[in-house]
């Protein structure tokens, strides 16, 4: 498995991680656990040691889940959680202040059966919270022991420079993908400046980049996708055609979509962390990481799909709300 290095200078993981948010919540029924810890375990063997997760996920249900899968192995785990998204209060609520990140990394050490966290990142940003105050609270737990980097998710350019000023910042998780492009005009670039690393969740669009969705795949109430506009009727049509365009190429080299919507984003230095539950699809996400794309392939698939070409928003309103803050 190829390495890379986070942030500024260090730590070095896998060049891409295992995102595990649909073993417990979001996309449809939970798979049985056993399948779903087969999959941490053949990731790891695969060298694939970046393995995300957060305390929103199920309700703890994530954390609780990936402990059972790297008791008995933790040394070879690089071990993301997040905190901000609380869900033990009833509805879904954002909480960035530093209480709540000290209580949440106290629950997440419980949960997840370790000393301490590789990568800690705020999950969400309440923007009447200063996010000085955040960081501070966040920079102590890097003090104690109990947290060994630093990463937020999903907020805007300034919010990062602001965090970044009070302790050195060592990855910004956001989506991104062939079908998600706006962080190329200012985050990625910010973060390159900061030499902060993109983190790139839903690196394969929910799914519809593997080519695996089609105009009948239905969606339950208990899955996202359900209300995301990129799969509404019309949109999903219009986004399914570039899909095709990416299919025909991958056939050409010899590869799956997905390798090369995974290969592609490593071309462009981030690292992806594909969300799956099987170990059939970490394999072939795993083997993405082999595929050194030249330029010419690299402009090739950026004519296929163009950065503005998806259909309908990468969130619905309700998911969007606490974005960019
Ligand atoms: P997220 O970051 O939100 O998890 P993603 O990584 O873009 O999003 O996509 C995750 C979805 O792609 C999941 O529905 C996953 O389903 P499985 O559990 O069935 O794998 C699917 N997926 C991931 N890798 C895949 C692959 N190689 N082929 C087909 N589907 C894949």
């Not at 190829?2 to 029924?29: D, E, F, I, K, W």
């Not at 056993?34 to 694939?48: D, F, K, V, W, Y």
């Not at 202040?97 to 997440?108: F, G, L, V, Y």
């Not at 990129?230 to 986004?239: E, K, L, M, Y």
Request: net charge negative; glycine share 8%.
């Amino acid at each position: 498995m190829r390495r890379t290095t986070l942030g500024n200078g260090s730590p070095q993981v896998s060049a891409l991680g295992l995102g595990c948010m649909g073993m417990s919540a979001h996309y449809g029924p939970r798979p049985p656990q056993a399948q779903s810890i087969r999959t941490i375990h053949r990731a790891l063997e695969l060298g694939i040691d970046l393995i995300d997760t957060s305390a929103s996920y199920g309700a703890g249900h994530n954390e609780e889940l990936v402990a059972k899968a790297i008791h008995d192995r933790r040394d070879r785990v690089f071990l993301c959680t997040k905190f901000g998204i609380r869900r033990d209060l009833g509805p879904m609520r954002i909480d960035s202040s530093p209480n709540w990140a000290r209580q949440s990394c106290d629950e997440s050490l419980q949960r997840l059966g370790v000393d301490h966290i590789d990568l800690f990142y705020l999950h969400r940003r309440d923007p009447q919270i200063p996010i000085e105050d955040t960081m501070g609270a966040m920079a102590d737990l890097v003090a104690t022991g109990k947290v060994r980097h630093l990463g937020l998710s999903e907020v805007n350019a300034q919010t990062l420079r602001r965090a970044h000023a009070v302790y050195p910042l060592t990855a910004l998780q956001t989506e991104y993908s062939l079908l998600s492009r706006e962080v190329e005009t200012e985050i990625l670039p910010t973060c390159r400046e900061l030499g902060i690393t993109l983190v790139a969740y839903s690196p394969i669009g929910r799914a519809l980049l593997s080519g695996q969705i089609n105009t009948d795949t239905a969606f339950g109430d208990d899955d996202l996708r359900s209300s995301n506009p990129r799969f509404g009727d019309g949109n999903r049509v219009a986004n399914l055609a570039l899909v095709d365009r990416l299919r025909a190429l991958a056939d050409e080299m010899g590869v799956m979509p997905a390798q090369l919507a995974l290969a592609w984003l490593i071309a462009r230095e981030t690292v992806p962390i594909p969300g799956t539950t099987y170990v059939r699809h970490i394999e072939a996400n795993a083997a993405a990481a082999a595929i050194e794309l030249t330029s010419e392939q690299i402009r090739d698939i950026e004519e296929l799909i163009p950065a503005d070409a998806a259909a309908g928003e990468r969130l619905s309103a309700a998911a969007a709300r606490w974005i960019g803050k």
